[in-house]
């Protein structure tokens, strides 16, 4: 039965695949070239280390990063110990970095609870409160084993010897200086391994950020039901013994089946157009937190993993997407109708990406899972202890199960056969 | 013997009348719904198969109305559409299973029941011949296939003989008059010679009414067609009940 329902389909669903993969292929190579010579020049210095060891080590230097930041404010910058006795206009901002530095907060919690404060309260908090924040942000990321942009740390380096030039700066300046650039040149200068991660993370971007294969489904999903109805097939089923019922599952799972074979060739095909912009292949087998946007994670697993990730997150929003539509069209009465809803329900999520974007349409198409998957703010809330994966994919799931009900309920409800009023009623 | 009740059927599409307060009864053999294109066969065809709901009467097989039998009901009957749809690419096996999963049919007998059935109606060579590479009689026995492939004890063809040519006709109607040796056949047609010898109960409709309906042999002369066109333009004068 599925073997005919997929037959059925065929011609329509390669018709559909080949039209978007064309789309698709544009959009890849509409303007990749600038991007690609920006990230080219952003090489980044990468660990050799296994998952495992790395993010051991990430920990641990995190926390040798957090100690030196709260020694440069209790030593040389002359706060206090956060005990409370010294009663000054500036006891809030010690507190606000004794939450920052210390305690067991991860780097990531402290990161999002400092630009949460300073929303809440602008002008508030002294700008060296920033800058010096920054400087941990920066210390940070140096001393973490994925390395560090040598170009940067040059900089900073510049920046404190000059500052120690100077003849006017004060000596408790100086101590700060002298204190800083010797944790600058601690800094491992010497990287084991030095591959192209912005082309993978050029990859993710452009992969998440993806929304061309919603109107594959728009085109394989609007005659699941409405096609059947308008040929008048529906009422030959609903004489049928199970009909109604086999009829509303099978051709969801169909569905389901050639939209599963779609994305895995889509992906397949995306991966081999990018190919030339990932580099070098080694870097999949490196810590995910090499990625920017995923250098505070918590989480042991390698760049390959996040993409297969990604990859399953992306196949159960689709597989959310299907089932609407699937409902979309057990609605319509014409399959033109489903077209056109399906159409306008896919763009949406392009058309909010345009509005958060403020109008810049690349930013609006490259800007969605991933960001959202980077939502750290989500992390916090689920205490870091459920991976935002797998709440995505339980929301993904669920929303799935009750498309794909609500889709099987309306069908029965739409197609079911009542009984005639009794003749006694007519008199 | 099986007994097919239409109670006081009446189907109204906003005010106009479809069918009109029809009660009749069909039994076991061929029972021929005769009337003019837009008489309302086909509704009351729907009717029985309980692909449409009527507005207000009730269809009862042997006394049990047939909405409230559900699954009970539709696994012994059977309908074979004026247009049935069909899946072009597919194979007639692949057409036939998918029927047989949609009637309830268990898995492992489907073959042999497709293959039994594609025998019985003469077409066991087609099973790998793709639909749409058949005529139109070749399709028309698909049809008729996978209507009694479950083997019901209800058979319902609705203008079956619809697009063949008088060859195909000829075949089809000994089809049809083996069916009916062993089920409640239910023909609708506008063309007498369809169903002329092989008829055991005709009822005559027109504008949504039965005219007359009644044993064939009621039919004086046995002249069904002279019979029919009197029926039909209005000279109801003489034979038979109403």
Not at chain 2, 102 to 109: A, D, F
Request: glycine share 8%; aromatic share 12%.
């Amino acid at each position: 039965m599925l073997w005919c329902i997929l037959r059925s389909c065929l011609f329509r669903s390669i018709f559909a695949f080949v039209l978007i993969f064309m789309i698709t292929f544009l959009y890849i190579y509409s303007g990749t070239q600038e991007e690609l010579k920006f990230f080219n020049q952003q090489e980044k210095y990468i660990s050799d280390k296994a998952p495992q060891d790395f993010f051991e080590q990430l920990k641990a230097d995190e926390d040798t990063a957090r100690t030196d930041f709260y020694d440069i404010h209790i030593n040389h910058k002359g706060l206090d110990d956060g005990s409370g006795n010294n009663n000054t206009d500036s006891d809030n901002e010690e507190d606000i970095i004794s939450i920052l530095s210390g305690g067991n907060k991860t780097y990531s919690d402290a990161a999002i609870l400092w630009v949460k404060l300073k929303e809440a309260e602008p002008g508030k908090y002294a700008a060296t409160m920033g800058e010096d924040f920054d400087f941990m942000s920066f210390m940070m990321s140096a001393y973490t084993p994925y390395g560090t942009l040598s170009d940067f740390t040059d900089e900073h380096i510049a920046a404190n010897e000059k500052m120690l030039k100077r003849t006017s700066t004060l000596d408790k300046d100086k101590i700060i200086c002298t204190y800083e650039l010797n944790l600058l040149k601690k800094i491992n200068v010497s990287p084991s391994i030095v591959p192209p991660v912005s082309g993978v993370e050029y990859f993710l971007k452009r992969f998440n950020g993806d929304y061309i294969f919603t109107f594959f489904l728009v085109l394989l999903c609007c005659g699941m039901f409405a096609a059947h109805r308008r040929s008048g097939y529906i009422n030959s089923i609903k004489t049928m013994k199970c009909g109604l019922k086999k009829f509303i599952v099978n051709q969801s799972f169909g569905h389901i089946i050639l939209f599963t074979a779609g994305y895995c060739i889509y992906s397949l095909l995306y991966f081999l157009l990018m190919l030339p912009y990932l580099g070098d292949f080694s870097v999949l087998g490196c810590p995910v937190q090499v990625l920017p946007q995923m250098q505070f994670s918590v989480y042991p697993i390698t760049v390959g993993k996040y993409m297969l990730i990604l990859f399953g997150i992306k196949y159960l929003y689709f597989l959310t997407v299907t089932c609407l539509f699937g409902l979309i069209s057990m609605l319509s009465p014409h399959d033109m109708v489903s077209l056109a809803v399906s159409g306008v329900v896919g763009i949406i999520p392009l058309i909010f990406s345009l509005t958060e974007a403020k109008g810049n349409f690349t930013e609006a198409v490259l800007g969605n899972v991933t960001s959202f998957i980077d939502r750290s703010d989500i992390s916090v809330f689920f205490g870091t202890a459920i991976p935002i994966a797998a709440v995505m994919s339980a929301v993904y799931l669920a929303a799935s199960a009750a498309f794909f009900l609500l889709t099987y309920i309306c069908g029965i409800i739409q197609f079911r056969t009542v009984r005639g009023r009794s003749v006694s009623t007519v008199a | 013997m099986r007994r097919l009740e239409i109670c006081n059927i009446t189907k109204q599409y906003k005010k106009k009348k479809i069918l009109d307060n029809i009660s009749c009864t069909f039994t076991e053999g061929i029972n021929t719904l005769l009337g003019p294109n837009g008489a309302g066969k086909s509704t009351l065809m729907s009717i029985i198969s309980t692909a449409a709901s009527p507005t207000f009467g009730e269809v009862k097989l042997d006394g049990e109305e047939i909405i409230s039998l559900g699954e009970k009901y539709r696994e012994q009957m059977a309908m074979l559409f004026q247009h049935q749809p069909y899946f072009p690419s597919a194979k007639v096996n692949e057409f036939m299973r998918y029927n047989a999963e949609l009637k309830g049919i268990p898995s492992k007998t489907i073959p042999e029941l497709i293959e039994k059935a594609l025998q019985r109606l003469g077409v066991g060579e087609c099973g790998n011949m793709k639909m749409k590479e058949l005529s139109g009689g070749m399709r028309q026995r698909i049809f008729i296939a996978q209507t009694i492939i479950s083997d019901p004890a209800v058979i319902i063809l609705d203008e079956p003989s619809a697009g063949l040519d008088i060859a195909e006709r000829l075949e089809l109607k000994g089809i049809i008059k083996e069916l009916g040796r062993s089920a409640l056949v239910i023909i609708s047609t506008h063309i007498v010679s369809d169903i002329e010898d092989i008829t055991d109960s005709l009822f005559i409709i027109e504008k949504g009414k039965l005219l007359w309906s009644g044993d064939t042999n009621d039919v004086p002369n046995s002249d069904i067609s002279g019979f029919y066109l009197k029926m039909t333009k209005g000279e109801k004068t003489c034979y038979g009940a109403y």
